[in-house]
């Protein structure tokens, strides 16, 4: 095998050299449970790093350094947190419910783990290749919603209360659009598998790859998954459940030590997942962005694109305001809905009309036309005035 | 993937079992709802081991994701929460029971007589969820509309049942002025 | 025993379960849960007879318990709407307490 073959699968020899030791019948067995390891790993290590960099990156956009104390630009902030998380005395609050309250951040760390099985990471690198990948992906994200209110009322506590019922119910709401938004991608794949949706994305034209977000429907997806993503994830803008500045923190008041670490953990490996599905639905997967790039590993396209899309989640959370509850509900029902559906009819009108311009030109005023429409629409009742600013001195 | 009756078949339908019977049992209602989450979970372990997967993801997607959430809600909002002021069980419980095992009895009496000893164990059917799809567009495509219409139907049904009074006065005067 | 007997015997005692919860407590809440699980005991008898019957590619057991569920989703949501909308009426939700049409 070529030297870049062999860069590509080294994880998948890796696996088969160890589990060539054991017998033949428990083969698959070590296969997977190395597989388990790997991504029980390689992700929370991403996570420390990720606290670090979206420290340091809040930071920066808010005209201040972030952690520098640990280390050397700070980048050993994580190893102090985990410190200090596992060595926090563990506080229960006397009327709390108390197996309730213990099991919410198991539930949830499980549910978050069990999605990360359905991702290609890389060639040939994905842990439980399932017919119905996309829909066990769904099935498990909306378990997490029971452990967000398990936690909210076991803590006897109204503020956790509050909180938990507007994660629940923002939650519930974005359900919507991102399945609506990544039925597209099946309707043209006509796969639910997520190993088949990044091969019917691995062909190139010339060079450019065939992505299904440089499609028109496929882009409009893609940008209603992700705002439906990070509603999803109660990350900010949409973070008004764990409003720092609200609701004290939200649904996790009570939860302190070790807990509070696998929450965070949990919210962070949530994101993660829900960021490596769009990178599969939509970005091609481990494909590479240019044909002349192929020699580089496809797991490492993975991580960059996966790199990318959090440095834009917290590229946001810096920017963006918080959206108030029945800002975020009007969204959801009013706008998103009508045009995840509408997105539906423009992929099914694309797949019918053949091949060539027209079929480009129809499916991108179809959609920028409801955009602009259903935004007008929208805003009828809402006298804004002329922007204003007002400048630091 | 079943292959006779196994530790793993034995296991779920423990925790199927267990969770029903708690969710029978306990006082707490949050706590019964929450079981019967576990139960939810249960049914849908079994059915992948009957290898209908679509069904048992559908399961968990539908049943733990959106039914046990709404019981959930509803348990708040009728303050079922807190204290309750009335007993739990029935006056007429025992009554009640009785005819349950009686259900379980005949239903138990029904299988085990009436079908073949010792049948054998059929292969794994290939259902693939394009074969469902295509099902689905065929020869089920009456059901699925009318199961379209009747969610829609149920929706707003919900939603105005559950309205509160003075809104729904006012929706209907605003209809009925224009 | 053959597997099927399980299966089928499992989908009874759940059955049984969800018909004493409903007749036997006094929460209107609780009810609706022993419907819930007597419908998912249903669903099991479908997929096992689905499974261990003569003819699985014609898919009927499993789209019969597809469409049970999602029925089932939709009598629960207007179910407990009907027990929020009496709550609110007489701030209660004990059935022995609802006795208007008695007499």
């Known amino acids: ?393 | 993937m079943i292959s006779g009756i196994g530790i793993v078949f034995l296991l779920t339908a423990a925790l199927t079992v267990a969770g029903a019977l708690a969710a029978a049992l306990l006082r707490n209602l949050v706590h019964c709802a929450l079981s019967l989450t576990v139960t939810f979970a249960g049914l849908a372990l079994l059915y992948l081991q009957l290898d209908a997967q679509f069904a048992g993801f559908a399961q968990i997607l539908v049943y733990i994701g959106a039914v046990a959430i709404l019981v959930v809600f509803a348990i708040l909002l009728t303050r079922g929460a807190g204290v309750q002021e009335y007993r739990s069980y029935g006056s007429r419980w025992f009554g009640s029971l009785v005819i349950a095992a009686a259900v379980f009895a005949l239903l138990t009496w029904a299988v085990v007589k009436s079908l073949p000893a010792g049948g054998a164990i059929a292969q794994t059917p290939s259902v693939t969820v394009q074969s469902i799809g295509a099902a689905l567009m065929s020869g089920y495509v009456l059901p699925l509309e009318i199961v379209a219409v009747l969610l829609t139907v149920a929706l707003v049904g919900a939603v105005i049942v559950a309205m509160p009074e003075n809104k729904a006065k006012a929706i209907v005067e605003k209809e009925g002025g224009q | 025993m053959t597997p099927l007997v399980a299966f089928l015997i499992v989908a009874a005692m759940v059955f049984a379960i969800g018909l004493a919860i409903a007749l036997t407590r006094r929460n209107a809440i609780l009810v609706l849960i022993g419907i819930e699980l007597m419908l998912n005991a249903a669903n099991l008898n479908l997929i096992a007879f689905w499974r261990f019957g003569s003819k699985p590619e014609a898919l009927t057991g499993m789209m019969f318990a597809i469409f049970s569920i999602a029925v089932a989703a939709a009598e629960a949501a207007v179910g407990l709407g009907l027990v929020i909308a009496y709550h609110r009426h007489s701030r209660t939700t004990d059935l022995e307490a609802m006795t208007r049409m008695k007499g």
């Open chain 1, 1 to 393: 095998m070529s030297f870049v073959t062999t860069l590509d699968q080294i994880f998948v020899l890796l696996q088969r050299w160890i589990a060539g030791f054991f017998p033949l019948w428990l083969q698959p067995a070590v296969g997977t449970i190395l597989g388990v390891v790997a991504i029980v790993a390689a992700f929370p290590g991403i996570f420390a790093l990720t606290t670090v960099l979206e420290r340091k990156g809040l930071g920066r956009i808010q005209n201040r350094l972030g952690p520098n104390r640990v280390g050397p630009l700070g980048i050993l902030q994580p190893v102090a947190d985990g410190i200090k998380s596992l060595t926090k005395e563990d506080i229960v609050p006397l009327s709390a419910d108390a197996v309730v309250h213990f099991l919410a951040p198991v539930v949830l760390v499980i549910a978050v783990f069990l999605g990360f099985a359905v991702l290609p990471i890389g060639r040939n690198m994905v842990l439980a290749d399932m017919d119905s990948g996309l829909l066990f992906f769904f099935a498990i994200g909306a378990s997490t919603e029971l452990s967000i209110f398990m936690a909210g009322w076991s803590s006897r506590n109204k503020y956790s209360l509050l909180g938990a019922m507007r994660a629940v119910a923002q939650m519930i709401s974005y359900e919507v659009p991102l399945l609506l938004s990544s039925v597209v991608v099946v309707m043209i794949t006509g796969s639910l598998s997520t190993v088949k949706i990044v091969e019917a994305q691995s062909g190139f034209t010339g060079v450019f790859p065939h992505w299904y977000v440089f499609t028109p429907w496929g882009f409009a997806g893609f940008v209603l998954f992700t705002i439906a993503a990070l509603a999803e994830t109660n990350r900010s803008p949409f973070d008004l459940p764990e409003g720092e500045s609200e609701l004290v923190a939200g649904y996790f008041t009570e939860y302190s030590g070790f807990k509070f670490a696998l929450f965070f953990l949990g919210e962070y490996l949530g994101m993660f997942s829900i960021a490596g599905f769009a990178i599969t639905l939509f970005l091609g997967g481990w494909g590479a962005p240019l044909s002349v790039l192929g020699f580089v590993p496809s797991w490492a396209w993975f991580f960059v694109k996966l790199f990318g899309a959090v440095v834009f989640f917290i590229w946001l959370r810096g920017t963006l305001p918080r959206l108030r509850q029945d800002q975020l509900m009007n969204f959801a029902w009013k706008f998103m809905l009508p045009m995840a559906l509408l997105n539906l009819l423009v992929a099914g009108a694309w797949r019918f009309m053949g091949e060539g311009w027209l079929r480009w030109v129809i499916s991108s005023a179809v959609l920028l036309l409801a955009y602009v429409g259903l935004g007008r629409v929208l805003m009828r009742n809402q006298h804004l005035g002329a922007r204003s600013y007002r400048y630091a001195e």
